[in-house]
């Protein structure tokens, strides 16, 4: 279970507190599209390997399907770590001779947030520990559920030898696609956990809360890195830091990754150490169907009105975001740019009783709880980009388009709001309302700049240098919707 701590440090760190950990430990991640996108490389030499430790940071966008987390492949023999369609866990291990072994845990993996896995095989050591999986910081139960006795296999046959080696996708075919952000993809040849060669804690770092205890946090990539150069061989480490060469491994072994189906657009700025907020595919009305993109940017619903909530809700505080219309209908009763959803009465933007929810529709008219509202004066076209000011503790909002904000509206002076909604002690979540069978629109709370591609990044971040924003300068004392990742319980000093 992902544990993000937003009660003591608030969302981008607004509320007064201690200082968070550094955000920049972790500048990229990378999103595959669950389709068509994976890395991989095919090492030219190496040998049958008996230890291996394979590390990443990993968001899930969608579930219940075959996906590969990272995979080996020697002659059609497969070593893979992957998610099962049960979002369980399974470690699948091949020896020329025939032999197969499968580990898998009991646990299901349903979290939208971001978390750190450590696979550690050893098959030096007795069956039963052979596999150790360390979740957030944690060992995780793994059991055999398939394979031959004690001490049968002795050697991976694909895990750290010549042959392919993917990541988004299973090696040496076309399937198991990856709908996932992931960084900081290390593999480690030679080496366990086991074996005491490297231990959690070489992989993530701790913060302190007073005397409250710590929680585990990221580690930065060139420390990652160092262990992977340590490894040597066939070793490597991945941060996507260069949106031209994606697939770089920052370690000195060069071992760099082949991209494929991927571009520019697939880099993220939202990561383990600064998560951006996106939409939330767990949180969609249930009464509807819905799928996303692979990077929970854009949602496509089934039903005409439905809704969809973002992952970080909004306590306090004042925040900015932009969104991208998608499709070409225009109509009082569709929504378009920007919304709300308030937990309060548990509805879909437009739905339910009290005035805690808002969107702008397609003619340019703010629209409280469905109210036919006026025109603020702003152009709010079938695949316009549009940017929404949000003051929590007031309720104001405040929408733009490309021209600036509407009807005189000033967030950063407080004047002439939009709409102004009414408040509770049940948070605000970015949210969009349209139907049809037709994408939401794309989202950007600072960690999408091109929405998928479809536009030029502006360049423009908020006053703590966070985000990257289309339409021109974040307002004043506004800022992008984020926060940092701990993991694990508080651990007691």
Same mark, same amino acid.
């Given at each position: 279970?992902?544990?993000?701590? $937003?009660?003591?440090?608030?969302?981008?760190?607004?509320?007064?507190?201690?200082?968070?950990?550094?955000?920049?430990?972790?500048?990229?991640?990378?999103?595959?599209?669950?389709?068509?996108?994976?890395?991989?490389?095919?090492?030219?030499?190496?040998?049958?390997?008996?230890?291996?430790?394979?590390?990443?940071?990993?968001?899930?966008?969608?579930?219940?399907?075959?996906?590969?987390?990272?995979?080996?492949?020697?002659?059609?023999?497969?070593?893979?770590?992957?998610?099962?369609?049960?979002?369980?866990?399974?470690?699948?291990?091949?020896?020329?001779?025939?032999?197969?072994?499968?580990?898998?845990?009991?646990?299901?993996?349903?979290?939208?947030?971001?978390?750190?896995?450590?696979?550690?095989?050893?098959?030096?050591?007795?069956?039963?520990?052979?596999?150790?999986?360390?979740?957030?910081?944690?060992?995780?139960?793994?059991?055999?559920?398939?394979?031959?006795?004690?001490?049968?296999?002795?050697?991976?046959?694909?895990?750290?030898?010549?042959?392919?080696?993917?990541?988004?996708?299973?090696?040496?075919?076309?399937?198991?696609?990856?709908?996932?952000?992931?960084?900081?993809?290390?593999?480690?040849?030679?080496?366990?956990?086991?074996?005491?060669?490297?231990?959690?804690?070489?992989?993530?770092?701790?913060?302190?809360?007073?005397?409250?205890?710590?929680?585990?946090?990221?580690?930065?990539?060139?420390?990652?890195?160092?262990?992977?150069?340590?490894?040597?061989?066939?070793?490597?480490?991945?941060?996507?830091?260069?949106?031209?060469?994606?697939?770089?491994?920052?370690?000195?072994?060069?071992?760099?990754?082949?991209?494929?189906?991927?571009?520019?657009?697939?880099?993220?700025?939202?990561?383990?150490?600064?998560?951006?907020?996106?939409?939330?595919?767990?949180?969609?009305?249930?009464?509807?169907?819905?799928?996303?993109?692979?990077?929970?940017?854009?949602?496509?619903?089934?039903?005409?009105?439905?809704?969809?909530?973002?992952?970080?809700?909004?306590?306090?505080?004042?925040?900015?975001?932009?969104?991208? $219309?998608?499709?070409?209908?225009?109509?009082?009763?569709?929504?378009?740019?920007?919304?709300?959803?308030?937990?309060?009465?548990?509805?879909?933007?437009?739905?339910?009783?009290?005035?805690?929810?808002?969107?702008?529709?397609?003619?340019?008219?703010?629209?409280?709880?469905?109210?036919?509202?006026?025109?603020?004066?702003?152009?709010?076209?079938?695949?316009?980009?549009?940017?929404?000011?949000?003051?929590?503790?007031?309720?104001?909002?405040?929408?733009?388009?490309?021209?600036?904000?509407?009807?005189?509206?000033?967030?950063?002076?407080?004047?002439?709001?939009?709409?102004?909604?009414?408040?509770?002690?049940?948070?605000?979540?970015?949210?969009?309302?349209?139907?049809?069978?037709?994408?939401?629109?794309?989202?950007?709370?600072?960690?999408?700049?091109?929405?998928?591609?479809?536009?030029?990044?502006?360049?423009?971040?908020?006053? $703590?240098?966070?985000?990257?924003?289309?339409?021109?300068?974040?307002?004043?004392?506004?800022?992008?919707?984020?926060?940092?990742?701990?993991?694990?319980?508080?651990?007691?000093?």
């Amino acid at each position: 279970m992902v544990f993000s701590n $937003n009660l003591l440090f608030g969302l981008g760190g607004q509320t007064p507190g201690p200082a968070t950990f550094d955000s920049t430990l972790i500048g990229n991640s990378v999103w595959f599209d669950g389709s068509a996108d994976y890395m991989d490389k095919t090492f030219s030499s190496g040998s049958a390997q008996s230890r291996i430790v394979y590390a990443c940071w990993l968001q899930r966008n969608d579930f219940t399907r075959l996906q590969s987390i990272f995979t080996a492949n020697k002659g059609g023999r497969a070593d893979r770590f992957g998610f099962q369609a049960d979002d369980t866990i399974d470690i699948h291990l091949e020896q020329s001779g025939g032999s197969t072994i499968i580990y898998s845990t009991s646990n299901v993996f349903r979290d939208t947030g971001w978390y750190h896995f450590i696979l550690s095989i050893d098959l030096n050591v007795i069956q039963a520990n052979a596999v150790q999986l360390y979740v957030n910081g944690v060992q995780n139960n793994v059991t055999v559920t398939f394979g031959p006795s004690a001490g049968a296999l002795s050697t991976m046959d694909s895990f750290g030898n010549s042959g392919i080696h993917a990541i988004g996708k299973r090696g040496g075919a076309s399937d198991r696609f990856s709908n996932t952000y992931q960084t900081q993809c290390t593999f480690l040849v030679g080496q366990s956990i086991q074996n005491g060669d490297v231990a959690v804690t070489d992989f993530l770092d701790t913060f302190t809360f007073g005397t409250n205890g710590s929680q585990f946090i990221p580690k930065s990539d060139a420390n990652i890195a160092a262990l992977a150069s340590t490894a040597g061989g066939n070793s490597f480490c991945l941060d996507f830091a260069n949106s031209s060469d994606l697939g770089n491994d920052i370690s000195s072994n060069n071992n760099d990754f082949t991209p494929s189906s991927m571009t520019a657009a697939n880099q993220s700025t939202s990561t383990p150490s600064l998560t951006f907020s996106t939409y939330n595919i767990l949180d969609a009305n249930p009464a509807y169907t819905s799928t996303n993109d692979g990077a929970n940017t854009y949602v496509v619903t089934n039903v005409a009105g439905a809704g969809i909530r973002a992952s970080l809700p909004m306590t306090s505080g004042k925040w900015y975001w932009e969104q991208r $219309n998608t499709y070409n209908e225009a109509g009082p009763a569709i929504s378009a740019g920007a919304g709300f959803v308030n937990l309060a009465t548990n509805s879909i933007i437009g739905e339910g009783s009290g005035s805690h929810s808002c969107y702008l529709d397609l003619n340019g008219t703010v629209r409280i709880n469905a109210s036919t509202g006026s025109s603020i004066g702003i152009t709010n076209g079938s695949t316009a980009v549009m940017g929404v000011a949000f003051d929590a503790d007031t309720g104001k909002v405040w929408f733009r388009d490309s021209s600036g904000f509407g009807s005189s509206g000033d967030p950063a002076n407080g004047t002439n709001a939009h709409a102004t909604l009414a408040t509770t002690s049940a948070p605000f979540f970015i949210a969009s309302r349209v139907g049809g069978s037709i994408p939401e629109p794309f989202l950007n709370a600072g960690g999408n700049p091109t929405f998928n591609g479809l536009e030029t990044a502006g360049g423009n971040a908020d006053a $703590n240098g966070r985000g990257n924003f289309k339409l021109g300068a974040v307002p004043t004392g506004f800022l992008s919707l984020t926060q940092p990742t701990y993991l694990h319980q508080l651990i007691k000093e």
